[in-house]
């Protein structure tokens, strides 16, 4: 697996992913410099972990 993070400006990232996707995310809200837009990369961590779980359940 890979993946490639690239800064898109302000508090935004944009991963790519080796299977040709792409996810938006941003560092934090306005207070951070975002604007919530996009989801922190946390909630993504957070989100891979109970996708994990669950497809091994």
Excluded: K
Aim: with cysteine.
């Amino acid at each position: 697996m890979e993946c490639t993070v690239s800064w898109a400006g302000e508090a935004r990232f944009v991963a790519s992913t080796g299977s040709g996707h792409e996810v938006h995310m941003e560092g934090g809200a306005g207070e951070l410099g975002g604007r919530n837009q996009f989801p922190r990369p946390m909630e993504l961590i957070l989100a891979g972990v109970v996708g994990c779980t669950a497809y091994d359940l």
